[in-house]
């Protein structure tokens, strides 16, 4: 199991703004509350600070669980950083705003310079903690401009583990499950992984990740992701390449 810290309700939009200003170092910040938001992992109270938002968590109390910096994305265009420095100012950030991420088994699942066309690129780091060789959503993101080093975005979800993490079904009836999902592929590889995802609003499920990747067909790759829930076997979603 994955422990949080305070599951109980903050006191209302002014406690939250607080909280932001500290998340952001700067008690006199302006921060300004615009909405309340109801997504698939909680409630959250959206603050807009004139060069972004941020998302504070309205339940777990008043913790941070999204920012972002717009002002960070100017002169993105030039990549000055390299991938290795660029990690360790992630890492460093995700250690700093991110409660209890060096004791927890945080493994780095996606390390990508990624491009925005003429808008410029952004380096994007995630880590997610795994128990038990499943991936939970205790994730944490890191995006940084990678001309300047300057943090561009973060997502930090900490919850508390509420399902099974022993799958009824196997790893290879999944894989099955997966190839029905599109007709005639010859498979030529696939990976397949244990993650506990919020299938619907506060509702964790275990389910097997799956990525399938089958021969061309008339230059077209064939395969795509398909969600699986570990426990039934339902097919929660299928995503194909194309």
Known sequence: ??????????GGVDTAKGKAQDFLNAPDATVEYQKTERLNLGE????????????????????????TFDSARKDCRDVRLDRAAAE????????????????????????????????????SYIWREEISDVLTPNTVVVNLNPSTGEIVSYIGI???????LEPKLSRDEALKIAAGQFPGIRVTGATADLSVE????????????????GEPEDHVLQGGLVVIDAQTGEVLMVSPYL
């Open 158 to 164: 900490q919850r508390e583990i509420k399902c099974s």
């Open 44 to 67: 959250y109270y959206v603050f807009g600070t004139g060069e972004g938002q941020v998302y504070v968590n309205a339940r777990t109390g008043g913790v941070i669980e999204r920012a």
């Open 88 to 123: 360790v100012t992630a890492r460093a950030y995700a250690e700093e705003k991110y409660s209890g991420f060096a004791k927890k088994s945080m493994q780095l699942t996606r390390s990508d310079l990624v491009s925005h066309g003429d808008a410029g690129s952004e380096y």
């Open 1 to 10: 199991m994955s422990a949080t810290g305070a599951n109980a309700p903050i």
């Open 198 to 213: 919020y299938t619907r609003p506060d509702v964790q499920t275990l389910t097997w990740v799956i990525t399938m990747r």
